[in-house]
């Protein structure tokens, strides 16, 4: 069965200091990741996806995420923080076999001023 | 203003009473999905559904039950069976069948308190 592994459950970073969150998934087939943001008592929202082609992803509010097929991780990221960026966020990848979506434990953010 | 819809935003129940919680979409999309959200614990599927009148379980489907007579509609009920049913309940839908790389809109939120 496929999983998802989000290894931080919080990080905090200073605003305009830069961030990743880590994402590994496993799977022995082609794939569909997703990363997801989710503000505090709302649904989720897509920050962006790999489906296939270029392994870097941009997405909106200037994150971006690159597929590593090697070490199966997909791994966000973005250059400098804002407050507003404060919230949990998801990874999750598509299974083109159950038509299922697997997530990952999530990784909380907080920006600090 | 095209979407998906949970109604209540809030909900409270007494122990041993059934709910029910809607979930509606105007997207046209074939597929819907209900997930449960604990902290710390990511969104687990209860259950989902390809097309209508047809709906599978997903790895939580114990304690719940969901029908599909339309495509626009997948409400979720949680039965007095769930032993745990306290949690926020998130509905999703997704574009085309066989779409497993389409993205998956949410809605809202329902956050269930059973007192």
């Known amino acids: 069965a496929q999983s998802v592994t989000q290894l931080d459950s919080q990080v905090p970073v200073f605003e305009e200091a830069p961030v990743e969150l880590r994402c590994n998934y496993s799977?022995?087939?082609?794939?569909?990741l997703f990363w997801y943001v989710q503000y505090p008592n709302q649904g989720l929202q897509l920050l962006l996806k790999?489906?296939?082609?270029?392994?870097l992803v941009k997405g909106i509010n200037g994150f971006e995420a690159e597929f590593n097929k090697s070490q199966t991780s997909f791994h966000l990221r973005k250059p400098s923080v804002h407050i507003s960026d404060t919230a949990e966020y998801f990874c999750a990848v598509g299974d083109s076999g159950t038509y299922k979506y697997i997530f990952g434990t999530g990784t909380r953010l907080k920006v600090l001023a | 203003d095209g979407g998906i819809t949970q109604s209540p935003k809030y909900l409270f129940r007494k122990e041993g009473q059934n709910v029910t919680l809607s979930c509606e979409q105007n997207l046209n999309h074939d597929a819907m999905y209900w997930y449960r959200q604990d902290p710390g614990q990511g969104l687990r599927l209860i259950y989902y559904s390809q097309i209508v009148n047809d709906f599978q379980k997903g790895d939580i489907a114990e304690g719940y039950s969901v029908s599909r007579e339309k495509k626009e509609s997948f409400p979720l009920t949680v039965t007095s069976a769930q032993k745990n049913p306290t949690a926020f309940y998130l509905c999703?839908?997704?574009?085309?069948?066989?779409?497993?790389?389409?993205?998956?809109?949410f809605g809202p939120g329902t956050r269930l308190t059973v007192l």
């Open positions: 790999y489906l296939s082609g270029s392994t």
């Open positions: 999703a839908s997704r574009a085309r069948l066989a779409g497993v790389g389409d993205t998956q809109y």
């Open positions: 799977s022995s087939v082609s794939v569909y």
